[in-house]
């Protein structure tokens, strides 16, 4: 399974980006996808999850700002950011949950918001 991710760069506090990955490869099937950051000097952490079910988990910090969404025939999920704050620098990695066939990563986007 490869993730490719799209969508990062450099925008000013309160504005917005729209991150994007698409999974190709041999897919049996994707539970969940979704996207975790990495800012420098600090752990991987969850920003938004989206289940093939249709639920969805979002990080306190970035709740009313990021949407997830899902499309399940093109296997891609993208990430709508807004209200950009500088503390939302970091690198964002897309995330495959494939269940017994394991958990596949993208090679990663930075986003960086200035202040």
């Known amino acids: 399974v490869q993730l490719v991710e799209s969508g990062g760069g450099l925008v000013q506090a309160g504005g917005s980006l729209r991150l994007s990955c698409v999974a190709s490869g041999s897919i049996f099937s994707i539970n969940a996808m979704g996207w975790y950051r990495q800012a420098p000097g600090k752990q991987r952490e969850l920003v938004a999850m989206s289940t093939s079910g249709g639920s969805t988990n979002y990080a306190d910090s970035v709740k009313g700002r990021f949407t997830i969404s899902r499309d399940n025939a093109r296997k891609t999920v993208y990430l709508q950011m807004n209200s950009l704050k500088p503390e939302d620098t970091a690198v964002y990695y897309c995330?495959?949950?494939?269940?017994?066939?394991?958990?596949?990563w993208g090679q990663g986007t930075q986003v960086t918001v200035s202040s």
């Open positions: 995330k495959a949950d494939c269940g017994t066939y394991g958990d596949y």
